[in-house]
């Protein structure tokens, strides 16, 4: 079962920028996304990346996150710049399509004056 493990969140201001990463333990073909939930809210897709390099992003954060892939350290990031009150919420980073089953614990990102 491959490990997912998140990290680089925080509190942060409207307008700063925070730099998150996901390690995870197995090299994987998939295409490679990362989700955030808001209280209250479901989990939703926000950015992802292939091996070839193509990338999606949410409309919502398009223009300001920019995710990133390392094949050979299994890791992706994503740089999360001009942050706004409604980026709060956990990132986790899972397969875009056909997640796995087991999450990883997310890391808290909070965008607030």
């Known amino acids: 079962q491959v490990q997912l493990v998140e990290s680089g969140g925080g509190l942060v201001q409207p307008g700063e920028s925070l730099r998150l990463s996901c390690q995870f333990d197995?090299?994987?073909?998939?295409?490679m996304g990362w989700y955030r939930q808001a209280p209250g809210k479901q989990r939703e897709l926000v950015a992802d990346i292939a091996l070839d390099g193509t990338l999606n992003y949410d409309d919502s954060v398009k223009g300001r996150f920019t995710i990133s892939r390392d094949a050979a350290k299994n890791t992706i990031t994503l740089q999360m710049n001009n942050l706004k009150r409604e980026d709060t919420a956990v990132y986790y980073c899972n397969r875009a399509s056909d997640p796995l089953s087991s999450w990883g614990q997310g890391t808290q990102v909070t965008v607030s004056s």
């Open positions: 197995t090299f994987t073909l998939h295409v």
